[in-house]
């Protein structure tokens, strides 16, 4: 079997959209500063109810998987439809820097996790990593959620199918 085969068949299978961001603090001259990142995620899913757990897949040596092999902390914002534009920003090639991506775009920082979290998602998570499993060119980050919010956002959820995104209808 070919890589583009085993992707064509897996394109197949509808995914929620996620937004996955963390805070890397830094010391300056000046103090503590540090920088946000942030990535598009599709294959995000929850793990356990008890205690509450969820799992992101991280491409290994992405700036998101270096981030969160050093920082335990981290945020997910599940995008809504109307929030399609930030998905694909945020999932870019060779992309703009990590400050200018959350230029323009209303977040709020998570007061347990430090990381951005998208105003309108239909909800958000705030989590600390609890373990990291190496898996194939991918690396299974399973986090423990220590607070989820809804922050507003309504609507329907932002879906990925066929390599595009796509409503529910």
Known sequence: MSNDEFRAALARLAAGV?????HEPALTEDGPRGED???TATSFTSVSLDPPLV??????????????????????????????QIAGRFAMKGR?????LFEDIPWTRGEVC?????EGALATLECRTEQ????????LVIGRVLKAGLPGGDGAPLAYFRGRYRHLG
Do not use: K, Y
Not at 96 to 100: A, H, P, V, Y
């Open 18 to 22: 996620v937004l996955v961001t963390a």
């Open 37 to 39: 990142a942030g990535m």
């Open 55 to 84: 799992l992101v897949s991280l491409r290994n040596g992405s700036r998101m998987d270096d981030l969160l092999a050093e920082q335990p902390l981290w945020g997910v914002s599940l995008l809504s439809e109307s929030q399609r």
């Open 96 to 100: 703009i820097s990590d400050r200018l």
């Open 114 to 118: 430090g990381a951005p979290l998208m």
């Open 132 to 139: 990291r499993v190496e898996a194939g060119d991918h690396t």
